[in-house]
């Protein structure tokens, strides 16, 4: 099967009822902060402990464009008391957070590429954690959406979701799966510490759902050829979370800061820009579509400075209003679903022949991008 045949023939998007303000998550840590270094004041003066510094949402704004983040659960995060979030844990016969906000997106995105659970025979979830180990979320969903063959969980942090598409393509394209549902059920806010000022700002949570299938069985009215995908990583411990299956036996503390998300938000930034920017110039001359004739660029949403600088090396001008859409002033980071976020929500205008990229880069280091042509 050449390139061309592979589709994707619908998109779903669960976005939380809840969000935070800046406003709120900056008053919320700072009321933490003050009564932590009230708490601790001795040992502060004495040097055996260090400050919390405030933060503000000026330079949340400014150093990221994030104005405010959905969240699954809001009960809890803005509590100087817990700050995290409050979701009780649910019987094995229930279905899980996750299983539960993957299947609200995979129904849009099947209803988009008119889709019934007959019609699929493989899901993927891919995405930065998963809440458990096994069984997989996937089948999970699988068995709630009446889908039939097989279903796996993949872990590949900000780039799951376009490693996921690419496995989806790759098996469309094999012959071993017919129509493939990807998922990315983002529940980000678990892993995100509140209580560090430097990344408390940075997460929201969020499901994405993406249809993979062959051309001739296409019905979506927004259909997109995959022309080529393309994926690469490079060991880097500059976004890390430890939390793991191995956090009883190390007697570890899983409040730990090193078990959250953490990260040297400055050299991912320079690190990270530069190999993206090469990535898509890459990947769009092996697909012989010039950068020129790219009419849309749905990048990662991880900070608006990374999505301009990359734009603009790859436009070589500032990037016209709406050409690399964001969408983390509301939404904030993610994690892998970011720039299906952006694709889901800013899609429906291109017309027929139109290219565009999709392009996440983060931890890992991973980078994972498609090249699409509208159908
Ligand atoms: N309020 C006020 N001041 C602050 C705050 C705050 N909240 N935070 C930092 N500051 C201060 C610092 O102390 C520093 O002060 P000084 O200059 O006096 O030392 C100053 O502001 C500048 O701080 P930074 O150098 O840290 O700030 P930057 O300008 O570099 O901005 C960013 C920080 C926004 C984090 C930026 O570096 C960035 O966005 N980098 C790229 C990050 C990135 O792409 N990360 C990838 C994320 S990983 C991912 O996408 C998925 C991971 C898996 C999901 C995990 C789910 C939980």
Same mark, same amino acid.
């Not at 990037?319 to 994690?335: F, K, M, Q, R, S």
């Given at each position: 099967?050449?390139?061309?045949?592979?589709?994707?023939?619908?998109?779903?998007?669960?976005?939380?009822?809840?969000?935070?303000?800046?406003?709120?998550?900056?008053?919320?840590?700072?009321?933490?902060?003050?009564?932590? $270094?009230?708490?601790?004041?001795?040992?502060?003066?004495?040097?055996?402990?260090?400050?919390?510094?405030?933060?503000?949402?000026?330079?949340?704004?400014?150093?990221?464009?994030?104005?405010?983040?959905?969240?699954?659960?809001?009960?809890? %995060?803005?509590?100087?008391?817990?700050?995290?979030?409050?979701?009780?844990?649910?019987?094995?016969?229930?279905?899980?957070?996750?299983?539960?906000?993957?299947?609200?997106?995979?129904?849009?995105?099947?209803?988009?590429? #008119? #889709?019934?659970?007959?019609?699929?025979?493989?899901?993927?979830?891919?995405?930065?954690?998963?809440?458990?180990?096994?069984?997989?979320?996937?089948?999970?969903?699988?068995?709630?959406?009446? %889908?039939?063959?097989?279903?796996?969980?993949?872990?590949?942090?900000?780039?799951?979701?376009?490693?996921?598409?690419?496995?989806?393509?790759?098996?469309?394209?094999?012959?071993?799966?017919?129509?493939?549902?990807?998922?990315?059920?983002?529940?980000?806010?678990?892993? $995100?510490?509140?209580?560090?000022?430097?990344?408390?700002?940075?997460?929201?949570?969020?499901?994405?759902?993406?249809?993979?299938?062959?051309?001739?069985?296409?019905?979506?009215?927004?259909?997109?050829?995959?022309?080529?995908?393309?994926?690469?990583?490079?060991?880097?411990?500059?976004?890390?979370?430890?939390?793991?299956?191995?956090?009883?036996? $190390?007697?570890?503390?899983?409040?730990?800061?090193?078990?959250?998300?953490?990260?040297?938000?400055?050299?991912?930034? #320079?690190?990270?820009?530069?190999?993206?920017? #090469?990535?898509?110039?890459?990947?769009?001359?092996?697909?012989?579509?010039?950068?020129?004739?790219?009419?849309?660029?749905?990048?990662?949403?991880?900070?608006?400075?990374? $999505?301009?600088?990359?734009?603009?090396?790859?436009?070589?001008?500032?990037?016209?209003?709406?050409?690399?859409?964001?969408?983390?002033?509301?939404?904030?980071?993610?994690?892998?679903?970011?720039?299906?976020?952006?694709?889901?929500?800013?899609?429906?205008?291109?017309?027929?022949?139109?290219?565009?990229?999709?392009?996440?880069?983060?931890?890992?280091?991973?980078?994972?991008?498609?090249?699409?042509?509208?159908?």
């Amino acid at each position: 099967m050449s390139a061309a045949n592979v589709v994707i023939s619908g998109l779903g998007l669960w976005t939380p009822e809840h969000s935070i303000s800046n406003e709120e998550l900056v008053e919320s840590y700072n009321a933490y902060a003050e009564k932590y $270094n009230a708490e601790n004041a001795t040992s502060i003066e004495a040097g055996d402990l260090t400050a919390k510094p405030l933060s503000t949402a000026a330079f949340i704004e400014k150093a990221s464009g994030i104005k405010s983040r959905y969240v699954y659960i809001k009960d809890g %995060i803005l509590d100087p008391d817990r700050m995290m979030p409050n979701i009780p844990l649910r019987a094995e016969d229930e279905l899980s957070n996750q299983a539960e906000i993957a299947v609200i997106a995979a129904r849009k995105a099947m209803a988009a590429a #008119k #889709k019934e659970g007959k019609d699929i025979d493989a899901v993927i979830v891919s995405c930065a954690y998963t809440q458990r180990y096994y069984p997989a979320i996937a089948i999970e969903v699988q068995k709630e959406l009446g %889908i039939e063959g097989f279903g796996f969980d993949m872990l590949v942090a900000c780039s799951a979701a376009t490693f996921g598409l690419q496995r989806a393509y790759e098996m469309v394209t094999a012959g071993t799966a017919k129509c493939v549902l990807c998922i990315n059920p983002e529940l980000t806010s678990p892993g $995100n510490n509140f209580r560090d000022r430097d990344s408390h700002f940075i997460f929201g949570d969020v499901a994405t759902a993406t249809i993979v299938e062959s051309a001739e069985t296409c019905q979506g009215e927004h259909s997109y050829d995959i022309l080529g995908t393309k994926t690469v990583t490079t060991f880097s411990n500059n976004i890390r979370a430890n939390i793991g299956y191995m956090v009883n036996v $190390n007697q570890d503390n899983p409040y730990a800061e090193h078990n959250f998300f953490h990260q040297q938000g400055r050299k991912v930034f #320079k690190e990270v820009c530069p190999m993206a920017a #090469k990535h898509i110039s890459d990947h769009l001359e092996e697909t012989g579509v010039a950068n020129t004739n790219v009419k849309r660029w749905f990048l990662h949403q991880a900070n608006i400075n990374m $999505n301009v600088l990359i734009a603009k090396k790859l436009l070589g001008r500032d990037p016209e209003p709406g050409e690399a859409p964001i969408v983390l002033d509301t939404y904030a980071n993610t994690a892998s679903a970011g720039s299906l976020i952006a694709l889901n929500l800013h899609h429906e205008d291109m017309v027929a022949g139109d290219h565009s990229v999709v392009c996440s880069f983060g931890a890992g280091y991973s980078i994972g991008s498609l090249v699409l042509r509208k159908r």
